[in-house]
T-cell receptor
Framework: KQEVTQIPAALSVPEGENLVLNCSFT??????LQWFRQDPGKGLTSLLL?????REQTSGRLNASLDKSSGRSTLYIAASQPGDSATYLC????????????FGAGTTVTVRA | DTGVSQDPRHKITKRGQNVTFRCDPI?????LYWYRQTLGQGPEFLTY????????KSRLLSDRFSAERPKGSFSTLEIQRTEQGDSAMYLC??????????????FGAGTRLSVL
Protein backbone atom coordinates (compact mmCIF):
# COMPACT_ATOMS: atom_id res chain seq x y z
CA LYS A 1 0.00 0.00 0.00
CA GLN A 2 1.29 3.43 -0.97
CA GLU A 3 1.99 5.66 2.06
CA VAL A 4 2.51 9.39 1.52
CA THR A 5 4.01 11.56 4.26
CA GLN A 6 4.38 15.32 4.42
CA ILE A 7 6.69 16.99 6.91
CA PRO A 8 6.32 19.43 8.57
CA ALA A 9 2.58 19.44 9.27
CA ALA A 10 2.66 23.22 9.71
CA LEU A 11 5.03 26.03 8.83
CA SER A 12 5.05 29.75 9.61
CA VAL A 13 7.42 32.13 7.82
CA PRO A 14 7.78 35.90 7.38
CA GLU A 15 6.82 37.38 4.05
CA GLY A 16 9.60 37.19 1.46
CA GLU A 17 11.16 34.01 2.77
CA ASN A 18 11.43 30.98 0.48
CA LEU A 19 9.27 27.98 1.37
CA VAL A 20 10.41 24.36 1.18
CA LEU A 21 7.74 21.67 1.52
CA ASN A 22 8.60 17.99 1.62
CA CYS A 23 6.72 14.90 0.47
CA SER A 24 7.84 11.29 0.71
CA PHE A 25 6.20 8.12 -0.63
CA THR A 26 6.92 4.45 -0.04
CA UNK A 27 6.29 2.88 -3.46
CA UNK A 28 8.47 4.38 -6.20
CA UNK A 29 6.49 2.72 -9.00
CA UNK A 30 4.47 5.81 -9.82
CA UNK A 31 3.06 7.42 -12.95
CA UNK A 32 3.18 10.93 -11.57
CA LEU A 33 3.05 13.17 -8.54
CA GLN A 34 0.76 16.19 -8.16
CA TRP A 35 1.01 19.14 -5.80
CA PHE A 36 -2.25 20.80 -4.77
CA ARG A 37 -3.23 23.89 -2.81
CA GLN A 38 -6.27 23.90 -0.52
CA ASP A 39 -7.70 27.00 1.12
CA PRO A 40 -9.76 26.53 4.32
CA GLY A 41 -13.10 24.87 3.60
CA LYS A 42 -12.42 24.78 -0.14
CA GLY A 43 -11.59 22.22 -2.79
CA LEU A 44 -8.17 21.41 -4.24
CA THR A 45 -6.37 23.47 -6.86
CA SER A 46 -3.77 21.62 -8.92
CA LEU A 47 -0.44 23.45 -8.87
CA LEU A 48 2.04 21.19 -10.62
CA LEU A 49 2.18 17.67 -12.04
CA UNK A 50 5.51 15.87 -12.42
CA UNK A 51 5.58 12.75 -14.55
CA UNK A 52 7.74 9.87 -13.32
CA UNK A 53 10.23 10.49 -16.14
CA UNK A 54 10.72 14.13 -15.13
CA ARG A 55 13.00 15.58 -12.46
CA GLU A 56 11.24 18.91 -11.96
CA GLN A 57 8.46 21.23 -13.04
CA THR A 58 8.22 25.00 -12.73
CA SER A 59 5.33 27.43 -12.75
CA GLY A 60 6.02 31.03 -11.85
CA ARG A 61 7.35 31.16 -8.29
CA LEU A 62 6.74 27.44 -7.81
CA ASN A 63 9.25 24.69 -8.51
CA ALA A 64 8.71 21.04 -7.75
CA SER A 65 11.38 18.36 -7.89
CA LEU A 66 11.01 14.59 -7.96
CA ASP A 67 13.50 11.92 -6.92
CA LYS A 68 11.60 8.76 -7.67
CA SER A 69 14.34 6.38 -6.56
CA SER A 70 14.40 7.84 -3.05
CA GLY A 71 10.65 8.39 -2.95
CA ARG A 72 10.81 12.14 -2.41
CA SER A 73 9.43 15.34 -3.86
CA THR A 74 10.02 18.92 -2.78
CA LEU A 75 7.91 21.98 -3.54
CA TYR A 76 9.77 25.30 -3.46
CA ILE A 77 7.85 28.57 -3.31
CA ALA A 78 10.07 31.58 -3.88
CA ALA A 79 9.59 34.94 -2.18
CA SER A 80 6.51 33.93 -0.19
CA GLN A 81 3.52 36.26 0.11
CA PRO A 82 0.62 36.32 2.60
CA GLY A 83 -1.60 35.05 -0.25
CA ASP A 84 0.43 31.83 -0.28
CA SER A 85 -1.05 30.92 3.11
CA ALA A 86 -2.90 27.63 2.57
CA THR A 87 -2.53 23.88 2.97
CA TYR A 88 -0.35 22.20 0.38
CA LEU A 89 -0.98 18.55 -0.44
CA CYS A 90 1.03 16.13 -2.50
CA UNK A 91 -0.49 13.07 -4.15
CA UNK A 92 0.96 10.17 -6.13
CA UNK A 93 -0.59 7.98 -8.80
CA UNK A 94 0.89 4.50 -8.54
CA UNK A 95 1.16 1.81 -11.20
CA UNK A 96 -0.62 -0.61 -8.87
CA UNK A 97 -3.71 1.63 -8.60
CA UNK A 98 -3.51 3.90 -11.58
CA UNK A 99 -7.04 5.27 -11.23
CA UNK A 100 -6.59 6.98 -7.89
CA UNK A 101 -4.39 9.46 -6.10
CA UNK A 102 -2.86 8.69 -2.71
CA PHE A 103 -2.55 11.85 -0.66
CA GLY A 104 -0.40 13.06 2.18
CA ALA A 105 -2.03 14.89 5.08
CA GLY A 106 -0.66 18.23 3.88
CA THR A 107 1.51 21.04 5.18
CA THR A 108 -0.34 24.12 6.44
CA VAL A 109 1.61 27.25 5.57
CA THR A 110 1.20 30.66 7.19
CA VAL A 111 3.05 33.61 5.65
CA ARG A 112 3.23 36.52 8.11
CA ALA A 113 3.05 40.05 6.68
CA ASP B 1 -17.91 25.17 -18.26
CA THR B 2 -14.76 26.13 -16.45
CA GLY B 3 -14.38 23.41 -13.86
CA VAL B 4 -15.86 20.65 -11.75
CA SER B 5 -19.12 21.67 -10.04
CA GLN B 6 -20.51 20.14 -6.88
CA ASP B 7 -23.89 20.67 -5.29
CA PRO B 8 -24.76 21.39 -2.54
CA ARG B 9 -21.75 23.07 -0.99
CA HIS B 10 -22.95 22.34 2.52
CA LYS B 11 -25.41 19.80 3.88
CA ILE B 12 -26.56 19.44 7.46
CA THR B 13 -28.63 16.39 8.26
CA LYS B 14 -29.80 14.35 11.19
CA ARG B 15 -28.44 10.90 11.87
CA GLY B 16 -30.40 8.25 10.00
CA GLN B 17 -31.43 10.48 7.11
CA ASN B 18 -30.42 9.87 3.49
CA VAL B 19 -28.42 12.46 1.55
CA THR B 20 -27.46 12.79 -2.10
CA PHE B 21 -24.68 14.86 -3.62
CA ARG B 22 -24.19 15.80 -7.25
CA CYS B 23 -21.03 16.30 -9.29
CA ASP B 24 -20.77 17.77 -12.79
CA PRO B 25 -17.33 17.05 -14.28
CA ILE B 26 -15.47 19.06 -16.88
CA UNK B 27 -17.49 18.33 -20.02
CA UNK B 28 -14.89 16.48 -22.09
CA UNK B 29 -13.59 14.35 -19.20
CA UNK B 30 -14.51 10.67 -19.26
CA UNK B 31 -13.09 9.81 -15.82
CA LEU B 32 -14.80 10.82 -12.59
CA TYR B 33 -13.65 10.19 -9.02
CA TRP B 34 -15.10 10.61 -5.54
CA TYR B 35 -12.90 11.22 -2.50
CA ARG B 36 -13.65 11.88 1.17
CA GLN B 37 -11.62 14.21 3.35
CA THR B 38 -11.81 14.53 7.13
CA LEU B 39 -10.35 17.39 9.13
CA GLY B 40 -6.57 17.52 9.08
CA GLN B 41 -6.23 14.62 6.65
CA GLY B 42 -5.66 14.29 2.93
CA PRO B 43 -8.49 13.08 0.70
CA GLU B 44 -9.13 9.33 0.56
CA PHE B 45 -10.32 7.59 -2.59
CA LEU B 46 -13.90 6.28 -2.61
CA THR B 47 -14.81 5.30 -6.16
CA TYR B 48 -14.03 5.84 -9.85
CA UNK B 49 -16.01 5.90 -13.09
CA UNK B 50 -14.86 5.60 -16.66
CA UNK B 51 -17.78 6.97 -18.65
CA UNK B 52 -20.84 5.34 -17.04
CA UNK B 53 -19.02 2.27 -15.71
CA UNK B 54 -18.05 2.19 -12.03
CA UNK B 55 -14.69 0.45 -12.23
CA UNK B 56 -13.40 0.58 -8.67
CA LYS B 57 -14.78 0.99 -5.17
CA SER B 58 -12.76 1.48 -2.01
CA ARG B 59 -13.43 -0.65 1.04
CA LEU B 60 -14.28 2.69 2.67
CA LEU B 61 -17.47 2.65 0.60
CA SER B 62 -19.80 0.66 2.83
CA ASP B 63 -23.11 -0.71 1.57
CA ARG B 64 -24.78 2.49 2.77
CA PHE B 65 -22.98 4.38 0.02
CA SER B 66 -23.93 4.21 -3.64
CA ALA B 67 -22.67 6.18 -6.60
CA GLU B 68 -23.97 6.45 -10.12
CA ARG B 69 -22.98 8.16 -13.33
CA PRO B 70 -25.86 7.75 -15.77
CA LYS B 71 -24.93 8.31 -19.40
CA GLY B 72 -21.39 9.11 -18.40
CA SER B 73 -22.18 12.70 -17.55
CA PHE B 74 -22.90 13.96 -14.02
CA SER B 75 -22.55 11.68 -11.01
CA THR B 76 -24.44 11.30 -7.75
CA LEU B 77 -23.23 9.96 -4.43
CA GLU B 78 -25.94 8.82 -2.01
CA ILE B 79 -25.43 7.98 1.64
CA GLN B 80 -28.26 6.09 3.30
CA ARG B 81 -28.93 6.06 7.04
CA THR B 82 -26.23 8.62 7.74
CA GLU B 83 -24.02 8.26 10.80
CA GLN B 84 -21.99 10.90 12.63
CA GLY B 85 -18.82 9.29 11.28
CA ASP B 86 -19.95 10.23 7.76
CA SER B 87 -19.32 13.90 8.54
CA ALA B 88 -16.60 14.98 6.12
CA MET B 89 -15.88 16.91 2.94
CA TYR B 90 -16.86 14.91 -0.14
CA LEU B 91 -14.75 15.86 -3.14
CA CYS B 92 -15.36 15.05 -6.79
CA UNK B 93 -12.65 15.12 -9.44
CA UNK B 94 -12.50 14.48 -13.16
CA UNK B 95 -9.79 13.82 -15.72
CA UNK B 96 -9.47 13.18 -19.42
CA UNK B 97 -7.64 9.88 -19.02
CA UNK B 98 -4.44 10.86 -20.81
CA UNK B 99 -2.01 7.98 -21.18
CA UNK B 100 1.10 7.55 -19.10
CA UNK B 101 1.76 10.09 -16.40
CA UNK B 102 0.10 13.07 -18.01
CA UNK B 103 -3.40 12.62 -16.59
CA UNK B 104 -4.33 15.48 -14.24
CA UNK B 105 -7.25 15.21 -11.84
CA UNK B 106 -9.19 18.45 -11.39
CA PHE B 107 -11.20 18.84 -8.21
CA GLY B 108 -14.45 20.56 -7.38
CA ALA B 109 -15.06 22.75 -4.33
CA GLY B 110 -16.52 19.84 -2.39
CA THR B 111 -19.68 19.18 -0.40
CA ARG B 112 -19.28 19.50 3.35
CA LEU B 113 -21.58 17.09 5.19
CA SER B 114 -22.41 17.53 8.86
CA VAL B 115 -24.40 14.74 10.52
CA LEU B 116 -25.98 15.79 13.82
Amino acid sequence: KQEVTQIPAALSVPEGENLVLNCSFTDSAIYNLQWFRQDPGKGLTSLLLIQSSQREQTSGRLNASLDKSSGRSTLYIAASQPGDSATYLCAVRAYSNDYKLSFGAGTTVTVRA
Amino acid sequence: DTGVSQDPRHKITKRGQNVTFRCDPISEHNRLYWYRQTLGQGPEFLTYFQNEAQLEKSRLLSDRFSAERPKGSFSTLEIQRTEQGDSAMYLCASSSGLAGGRDIQYFGAGTRLSVL
